[in-house]
């Protein structure tokens, strides 16, 4: 051994705790006991230790935050397409402005509604707040692609154009030619399998389309978005909607759509709608139709639920990957963890330190799990028509849910610690 | 002035009930304060039990055991706890923690003092090392050192704490005989220098002379003096 051991010592380094043999007045029994560490220290420390060990493995760090990272783009996409699907599922009803909204108590999805007596919307207008009331026609009927004639069904909205009791998107400047006979306005955002109307408009100006068994011209744009029930739109006057839809009688109608005079309560008119109207309506607000309809595609299908249990299957994955990178972790430095204990490191602490090496994996895989999510909505948005977009409450519920799953995961491994038994050290 | 150890009738046994297996039998023993003490005796005898009870890694089952003024017998887990930190242990094994350097290694036993300061504890954890000569050794990793080297951080670790007794376990088992006689006299000097009493188990007759006094075991009972000396002589 080439190293010097020092023999002797200044007596200035020496440490002030042997007072028998300095000659001090001894401390009275046992020394005084210690402050208890600070909370800072307290999280600190232990969070140091836990960086320095997995920092010290690289290979399973890296492993570790993939395992988190696979979990995190999991449920963010499957989160992404449930926010996505339920989003266009009602972009429809989104679109339609209006105050209140009449509809069948049996309507349990708008795109198979019951119809409902056209009186209804003559019957609101005795309310003084109204100021009026025009009927909704929703069908579906065959466009033909005027690119390369496949035919495809479309989704219909009739209503009277000019009342100006509902507006959709874009819809103003077209309300003069609307009032032609067989033109309609076409949703811009309707899949391309309808054909790049939007750009033969901007090419030839109105064109006509196959409607049904009726040639209709296409006049102008709006915008709706597809939805489960369609996946487009086109919006004309009831007069036109009728010559489409020959079979329909006007006399029935499956929404109306109420306008409020400036001023008047909303809440308050739905109350009072409800008790002049018979109960063979059910009387909504714009918001509460939408909730309605949502509430449809949660509920009464199993999406919600896919997509709920491909978030709660990416998380039991992730959490099972992280358990297990901390439990060999533990398992494999469990002299380490014994020594600790025996030189007085406290359960409590290695707990912390456990959970803080969860922590730091939920972090560690969240931030590149969020930067590839949102290029994956980007990609996938755009490949598939859904509007998938990034957004805070999201980002911050997901971390939440990485977090926990990290902490679970830390929680379990924590037991293995104690195997770490300190009397076997010797 | 009050001995670091003083045990009564310490008797342990492991298992329960019929299985319970004795190991240790009404065994009493004083350390004094600065003294170092050698623990010997043929294997199975019971002598890393009875440091494992001293040094509060395990519960005491029957007799009294006062170590540093706190009495052992009935302590709870936490009282436990806060004695091992007034412990210096040294291990067959240097037991250092793998992903940590030899400084920071030594300044793990200085974390647990809240009073102190990364500062400080990295200054005191670099003066320890100096003081096991290992001075330009503080950045290296256990196993960029030797097997002496390490059980001289182990040391350095053990007295960083500004321990009231120091507990170490055939800490040259591991070692070759040059350098598990140096780091035992390293670890005798500098305990002396600070009036630290050490209680030492080993099996190792070469370094039988640092001891002030030798004790013998076997059996679970601790030998009268007389034959402890004839014990060691053999
Ligand atoms: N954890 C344990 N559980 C059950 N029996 C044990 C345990 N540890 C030790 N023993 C037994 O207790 C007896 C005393 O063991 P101990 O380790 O104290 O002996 P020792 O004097 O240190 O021996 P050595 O010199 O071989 O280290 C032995 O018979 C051993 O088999
Ligand atoms: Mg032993």
Redesign the interface.
Known sequence: MSDVIPRSMPEASLLPWAPELSGEPAAAAPPPRRPRPGFGAAMLLPLRLAWRQLRAERARLASAIAGVLFACVLVFMQLGFRSALFDSATALLSAMRADIFLMHPLTTVSFKPEMLPRIRASQAMALPEVQAAVPVYLAQATWRNPEDGTRRPVQLVGFDTESGVMDFPGLAPLIETLKRPDTMAFDLRSRPEFGAVPRLLAERGPFQVQLGNRQMEVVGLIEIGPSFGADGNVVMSDVNFRRVVKERQASQVDLVAIKLKPGADPAMAVERLRAVLPADVRVLSQPDLVAHERDYWETATPIGFIFAFGSLMGLIVGMVIVYQILFSDIASHLREYATLKAIGYSNAFLGRAVLSAALILAVLGFIPGLVISTLLYDVVGKGTFLPLEMDLSRALSVFGMIFTMCALAGLLAMRKLRDANPADMF | ??SPIQLRGVTYAYGTGDLARPVLRDVDLTVA??EVVLLTGPSGSGK?TL??LI?A??ALQQGSATV???QLAGAT??QR??I????G?I???H?L????TAR?NVA??L?????TTERERLARAS?ML?????AEKGESRPDQL?G??RQ?VAVA?ALA??P?LILA?EPTAALDR??GG?VV??LR?LAR????PILM?THDPRILDIADRIIAMEDGRILPANEANSASAA
Do not use: C, H, K
């Open positions: 002035m009050q304060p600065g890393t440091l494992t040094g890694l395990r540093l003024g706190q887990e936490r706890t806060a091992r930190r007034r412990i242990f291990f067959q094994q037991n923690l793998g992903f940590l920071q793990m036993a974390e647990l003092d809240p009073a003066e100096a003081a096991v000569g290992l030797s002496g080297q001289r670790r704490g500004q009231g376990d040059q350098s140096d006299r390293l000097d220098r600070r009036g630290v188990v």
